[in-house]
């Protein structure tokens, strides 16, 4: 598959049972992003979509303390699509609906559900751990579906390694980008001033970047104002 990226489960590593899928970068990250997003999150209602959702644990552990909001999980990937059902399954989750078959890097990706329904514009559009080990397109398609469907107090919130003025955070992130790059040349660590250049070409202008554990960072953006 074109630009496709890694694949959880292929170590051999399961969770419990079924196609629950176990990603160890999970359980060191999932408390340090639910700290950031549930600062907007908290106490709201509407949809969130999660793009590249991977093995479903980030949504159903986010969707566990946002009663209000419903949660749509996408994917790519079979395994995973069928991992974060069965993650949501297993959760008991009344606010997180059945994934979404999305590919990112089309540009005209839509939310629509294969049962005709899908959300309403979008309280938010999340995405960890995805941009970088893709190709850019993947970045573009995914910034402009946020940008159609956010609704005018929505964020965009990018998760992950990033370079910041042209120049690596720390060695292991430059470490990881070369790794990326050897694996395809068409993935690497993005720079945090290429996103923004490329999130304000679709209307979405950078309000925050939150340094996170690991030389990850969080970038949220908004609609620009008028
Ligand atoms: C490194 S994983 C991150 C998964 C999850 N967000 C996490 O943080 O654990 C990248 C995910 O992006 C998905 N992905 C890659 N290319 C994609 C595309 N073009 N459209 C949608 N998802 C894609 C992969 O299937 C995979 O689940």
Not at 127 to 138: G, L, S, Y
Not at 200 to 222: S, Y
Request: proline fraction near 5%; include cysteine; glycine fraction near 10%.
């Amino acid at each position: 598959m074109t630009g496709f990226t890694v694949e959880f489960g292929k170590n051999g590593r399961r969770a419990e049972s079924g196609d629950r899928l176990d990603a160890a970068a999970f359980h060191r990250n999932h408390q340090a992003i639910w700290a950031v997003l549930e600062k907007f999150l908290r106490g709201k209602t509407g949809d969130v979509v999660e793009a590249g959702s991977g093995t479903g644990q980030h949504v159903v552990f986010f969707a566990r303390q946002t009663p209000g909001i419903t949660w749509w999980p996408s994917d790519l990937n079979d395994n995973h699509l069928r991992s974060i059902a069965a993650w949501t399954a297993h959760e008991q989750l009344v606010n997180v609906r059945r994934p979404l078959r999305i590919d990112l890097s089309s540009p005209e990706w839509f939310t629509e559900a294969s049962d005709g329904r899908g959300p309403g514009a979008l309280l938010a559009v999340f995405c960890a751990n995805v941009i970088h080990i893709a190709p850019w397109r993947v970045a573009e398609g995914l910034i402009a579906g946020a940008a159609r469907y956010l609704r005018p107090d929505g964020r965009l919130f990018l998760y992950g390694p990033f370079r910041r003025d042209g120049r690596h955070t720390a060695p292991s992130n430059a470490a990881f980008d070369a790794s990326l790059r050897d694996n395809d040349p068409e993935w690497g660590v993005r720079d945090v001033d290429e996103v923004v250049a490329l999130a304000q070409r679709h209307g979405l202008r950078l309000t925050k970047i939150v340094d996170m554990p690991a030389n990850n960072l969080i970038l949220t953006f908004e609609r620009h104002a008028g």
